[in-house]
């Protein structure tokens, strides 16, 4: 039972990774090339936003840094996966594989394309002096529960797209209007109002405060911050894995 759980986990990571070099196969500087094209945004970005903030706010380029490492991860999941049951579906249909093991393939070659990433990051807080883990065991909470969120969130997101093709649209959307509302490139204590309201009730934001505040010691998280998205993750797993196991047999009809 164990060995057929290892060779089924090691199978997925190598198809995995074969995904991700897949993507990279025609370019000079291989699957890097990721690691490159971060580098160079969060250069070109930190030069814009330095100008524009006059350098008033501190280790900005560790902030911005982080925003979009863990955006980019969420927005790719929730948006590059959605349709990926469906795309890959001569794995469910030939190699009679479940549809959240074909998820599993995609979203982890996602997680690799987030680790090629690390490297901008470390390069960054290492300049500006910026790693201050405040406390490790709530940092790892609030990456646990990011990466298991996320799992589910898009995994329903992909199970609706499967169904009906024009769900993919409305995440579109939703995740345009959300990275506007999450303090993604501007900071949070600088409003207040209707923006900050709206703020404190988007979920993503939570996920991002918690893993930023507790990689630079910025203390921003408070109580709510820490029960909220864990609740939220609770109740995605059980409304995600519900629908799965009551629709999984009829969803070989869409793909």
Known sequence: MKKNFFNETKTLFEISYIEYKNEYNHTFVSYWWHT???GLF????SLVFGALFSNSQPNLTSYLTINFLLWNFFNANLLELSDFIRTKRGLILNQNLKPMKVFLIGYIKNIFKLLSSIPILIIVCVLESSFKISDI???LYFLFIFFIFNFYASFLASLFTTIFQEFKLLINLVLRILFFVTPIFWFVETRSGTLRKLVELNPLFHFIEGVRSHLLDLNHVTEPSLIFPGLLTLIIFII????????NKNLVLYV
């Open 137 to 139: 065991l709530v940092l």
């Open 36 to 38: 490159l094209n971060f």
């Open 240 to 247: 995600t894995n519900y629908l799965y196991k009551n629709f």
């Open 42 to 45: 969060i250069a070109g970005i």
